[in-house]
């Protein structure tokens, strides 16, 4: 595509988490980087081929990286297409997002992971990165082609939901990934425990009936995850930790040098288990909401820089598999156009730093998959995200982009609209699409 003419956003809130920098300033885009920044001043005497956008005030930050984001495609096409991930992930100001293997067929070979890299350049909307399988089928067994996966262009690999209960053949994985320097995704869950459940174990799950487990099935199995990274040498990251006793296995595991990052859903900083309410079934999430004490814990565990990531965790569930008795409904919530609000709100609680808030879902996440982007600097990706902070957001699940319409934020109050999404350098959202 042609690119469009040079753009200078000028009285803008920059917000730089490699730099640290949270002021005004402006800057340049042109042929789909950024060319020039001016940190606490406007430019002056620019060119008249230049176009100028006055941001009002507003953040101008780099765009969104999701590392966990499912499609139904292919397989499960009703429930959300690349193309209306893609859709919902640059109304939310996400420039980047990681579709995850669990489709049908398994994004488990070199030509699965071209077939999604095809259908993201047919699209041309965000950057879209796959995910491959750890494991062939997702079956915790046989490994994948994770070398072939990798050269065709997959960011890391996982088996998603599936937990490899099988030591061995996880620390084969974290060995194998360890030649390529490939980073490993893993839930650590162990299925013995969990089973079926909804809920986590404990008064409140009990005085309502719902199938729970108890948090030590998550520290049972980090503890395994955190003791074979350590072994192999291998880069982990523990996927959507969620509990106060695995922040202390992750610190421990950090302090001797583990080469561990962990990353956590927005559904987990943002909601306990009685947003469960009465059966809701938009709360409804795998793995389940957690206590009050352990989403505080969470909130610290991310503020002084123990959690490196931040994500949607986004999975869509149609209507015939939300709306049914809470036991029976699909677990999951749609989360790629909320991430960004939903994450403003400890800013403006005064909970987290901006700047840290936007390195957990920027710099932080491009640093674990080797990428140019997260950062305001000449020459990085113009992947950008302009958003005003304090304008009011009221969620409306019906109105998302999403094809499926199951938030846990649906009726929340929010704020932090996104005005504009640039995606090397063209705008593929503005507030009037």
Known sequence: MARPQPTAFQNARLVDPESRYDGPGSLIVSEGVIADVAKGREFKNLSGDVRVIDCEGAMLAPGLIDLR?????????????LKSAAQAAAAGGVTSMVVQPDTDPAIDDPAMVDFILRRARDIELVNVYPAGAATKG???QQLAEIGLMRDAGCVFITDV?????DSRVFRRILA?????DMLVAHRPADPWLTGDAGATEGDFAARLGIPAAPTA???IMLERDLALAELTGARLLVDQITCAASLEALRRAKDRGVKVHASVSINHLSFNELDIGDYRTFAKLDPPLR???????LIDALADGLIDVVVSAHAPAPAEDKRLPYAEAAPGSVGLETLLPALLAFHHDERVPLVDLIRAVTLAPAQLLNLQAGRIA???????VLCDLGAPVIVDADKLRSK????AFDGRRLQGQVLMTLVDGRAVYRTTD
């Open 291 to 297: 206590s009050e004490a352990d989403r505080q814990a």
């Open 404 to 407: 499926s319409k199951n938030s």
């Open 176 to 180: 194998y990934a360890k030649a390529f």
């Open 217 to 219: 099935a998550e520290t």
């Open 161 to 165: 939901d599936h937990s490899i209960v």
């Open 138 to 140: 997702l079956k915790g």
């Open 69 to 81: 984001v499912k499609t139904g495609e292919p397989g499960a096409e009703p429930k959300e297409t």
């Open 378 to 384: 000449p020459g990085a990706p113009a992947d950008l």
